[in-house]
């Protein structure tokens, strides 16, 4: 991997600041954004979902704010998912706090946690948890500095390291990413993701972005990225020596929108 790939990233991050710059403002007009009640995972699922009228999620809302979502999609493989209805993703509001607590099924006596803190409707910082009865264990921190047209987001889960640079077009929009990955303290691959074919409807995932990382990132822009294509570059390669080609991962999404141009993640389905 190039060090200048690394050295331009640890840059961004430094000069960010988490409080002071108001030049990226996501989620704050709370009030104006979408709130759906419906959505297909095919549509929302940053893995691939095959299409399925009974598959969607089901979104509940108070006071402007999500509360609760029904519906929870598990990956085993990539080939492998398992989809079930009624497990609920439960939103509590303290002050600037959010806690999203992703419950399981009756049978699972633990589940995970994820506590948020907030300013300006922004989260500053995240710890994941998970939890079984009075056992706590942390297992990711996470914070977020905002710059000039650029998010920067600092994830530390067990070992591994992950420094990732979301930046902004003049009109609001994603254009890339770049995500450094570490592995006890060593790099590990380098991946940058460009976003394109952006539609010019509200975006629908502003209210959602709490819920997980997919939404998250679909959350970031004004408008809606229906192509993006990453690019992986490895810098650890101790069984061979030799570098291996980058990776190379696209993704496309075909939304349906109604007669005002908004994206439906709901509709009937044929």
């Known amino acids: 991997m190039k ?88 939103l509590s509001y303290t002050n ?48 977020y500095a905002y710059g000039t047209n650029t998010i920067s987001v600092y994830t530390k889960r067990g070992y591994q390291e992950f420094f990732t640079t979301y930046y902004f077009d003049g009109n609001s929009n994603l254009s890339k990413s770049e995500t450094l990955e570490k592995a006890t303290g060593k790099d590990k691959q380098f991946t940058t993701t460009v976003y394109s074919d952006f539609d010019n409807a509200k975006n629908p995932f502003k209210k959602l972005f709490l819920i997980n990382d997919d939404f998250y990132e679909k959350s970031l822009s004004k408008n809606n990225f229906r192509a993006k294509e990453s690019v992986t570059e490895y810098a650890d390669y101790p069984d061979t020596g030799i570098p291996p080609q980058p990776g190379i991962s696209k993704s496309k999404w075909t939304y349906n929108y109604d007669n005002n141009g908004q994206v439906l993640l709901y509709f009937p389905l044929q």
């Open 96 to 143: 600037n706090k959010v806690q999203v607590d992703y419950l399981e099924q009756e049978m699972t006596s633990g589940y995970r946690t994820t506590s948020y803190l907030m300013e300006n409707n922004r989260p500053v910082k995240a710890e994941k948890y998970y939890k079984n009865g009075t056992f706590a264990e942390l297992e990711m921190t996470r914070t």
């Open 3 to 90: 060090k200048i790939l690394y050295i331009l990233l640890v840059l961004g991050f430094s000069s960010c600041s988490s409080t002071n710059d108001e030049s990226i403002t996501v989620n704050e007009n709370q009030t104006e954004d979408l709130q759906p009640d419906k959505g297909y995972i095919f549509l929302m699922d940053q893995h691939t979902a095959l299409m399925s009228p009974d598959k969607y999620y089901r979104f509940f809302y108070e006071n402007g704010r999500l509360q609760k979502m029904l519906g929870r999609n598990y990956f085993v493989t990539g080939n492998v998912q398992f989809f079930y209805p009624d497990v609920i993703t439960q």
